[in-house]
Every structure is written in C-alpha cells, then in structure tokens.
C-alpha cells in the first residue's frame, strides 16, 4: 500500500467517512486539483477541493457528486479564461 492511500484510509476512519472507491475519489481530485492549479491558480486548488467536498457532503449520494462536481469543475478550470 502506498503512503498516499494508507493515509486515504487513515483519514477516511478518523472523519467516519465510508469511500465507495477511495482510489477513484482519490483520482478524480488530484485531476481537478491539477487542472485548477494548473489553469486557474495554484491557491485555487485546494479550496476548489474543499468545496467541492462541502457540496458533496449535502448530496443524496456523496461519492457521485464528487465524481460529477470533480469533472464539471476539472473542465471548467481547463478552459478558465479570467476577467481582466
């Protein structure tokens, strides 16, 4: 087991949370983060994650709209075109 998902998993049982696939979710949010640090701003990433996470956590079905949020907002950031 790699570092990373050993911690995946160590923070999935401090916070009670009961990941569908900790190695999907884990995935689908280090490609949104690349793609908003990558595109929008660096600072930008983790706080996307965190809200993303916040608006997952109020859905029926959490791990599915971390899926779909992570994707919208992943192609949203790669096409970002600020206002000047």
Known sequence: ?????E????VCDELELDLTDPG???TEVL???AA??????????????F????AAGRAEDPSAATAEL???LSERAKAWKPTE
């Open 70 to 72: 992570a994707t919208r």
């Open 7 to 10: 911690w995946i998993e160590f």
């Open 31 to 33: 490609d949104l983060t």
């Open 1 to 5: 087991m790699s570092t990373m998902s």
């Open 24 to 26: 999907t979710t884990t």
């Open 51 to 54: 809200l993303i996470g916040l």
């Open 36 to 49: 908003v640090a990558h595109n929008v701003a660096r600072p930008a990433a983790p706080v996307t994650a």
